[in-house]
């Protein structure tokens, strides 16, 4: 069995800042893609930001020089700092990973973590 968990979320001011953690655990053989979606009420899931072996990170727009997308493939964990965070940056935060496990390749997802920033 395959799991990811997330930690880091809570409440924040705006301009502040935040760190999420997602660590994959379980019989993985490789690990393509892991990165982060966010969905908030009222609007559909979206990406915030991917890394992908051997390329280079993919950001939302929206995030693009204010969150920083980064991993520790020896501890299949992908990281998420996010700073000078907006009210509009409020939803639930998911980490998702593409892998190789016994079962073979497939997508996981974590159960997410809410990241709330007021105003």
């Known amino acids: 069995q395959v799991q990811l968990v997330e930690s880091g979320g809570g409440l924040v001011q705006a301009g502040g800042s935040l760190r999420l953690s997602c660590a994959a655990s379980?019989?993985?053989?490789?690990?393509?893609?892991m990165g982060w979606y966010r969905h908030s009420p009222g609007k559909q899931r979206e990406l915030v930001a991917v890394s992908t072996n051997g390329g280079s990170p993919t950001y939302a727009d929206s995030v693009k020089g204010r969150f920083t997308i980064s991993r520790d493939n020896a501890k299949n964990t992908v990281y998420l700092q996010m700073n000078s965070l907006r009210p509009e940056d409020t939803a639930v935060y998911y980490c998702k990973a593409n892998l190789r496990s016994t079962t073979g390749w497939s997508d996981y997802w974590g159960q997410g973590t809410q990241v709330t920033v007021s105003s």
């Open positions: 379980g019989s993985i053989f490789i690990i393509n893609l």
